[in-house]
Nanobody, 123 residues
Framework: QVRLKESGGGLVQAGDSLNISCTDSGRVVKGYTTGWFRRAPGKEREFVAAINWNGDSTYYGDSVKGRFICSRENDKKTVHLRMNSLKPEDTAVYSC????????????????WGPGTQVTVAS
């Protein structure tokens, strides 16, 4: 069973960088893709990034491409999201989730959602 929890959110200034992480505290399950999604107030959940189990394939939403970097440490059961050049429009609750489909980016393919971590970018 996959049990995910996010950490590392907070308040930053526009242009700053921030690292958030997603850690699996469940029983050892291998082979899943981990995705990051965000939801801003009044908006639908948006795909941010995903990384396959081996860590050799990453996918990014258009709004974060070139600014965010997703990586994973399977020995620590943790996936990281490095967010650079943050903008006020990046303000949202960021959640991670797991998918059995390699290369999944559609939220419907994901489950075992974490509770989320708030990221606020001040202008």
């Amino acid at each position: 069973q996959v049990r995910l929890k996010e950490s590392g959110g907070g308040l930053v200034q526009a242009g700053d960088s921030l690292n958030i992480s997603c850690t699996d505290s469940g029983r050892v399950v291998k082979g899943y893709t981990t995705g990051w999604f965000r939801r801003a107030p009044g908006k639908e959940r948006e795909f941010v990034a995903a990384i396959n189990w081996n860590g050799d394939s990453t996918y990014y939403g258009d709004s974060v491409k070139g600014r965010f970097i997703c990586s994973r440490e399977n020995d620590k059961k943790t996936v990281h999201l490095r967010m650079n050049s943050l903008k006020p429009e990046d303000t949202a609750v960021y959640s991670c989730a797991a998918a059995g489909l390699d290369g999944a980016t559609w939220r419907g393919d994901f489950g075992s959602w974490g509770p989320g971590t708030q990221v606020t970018v001040a202008s």
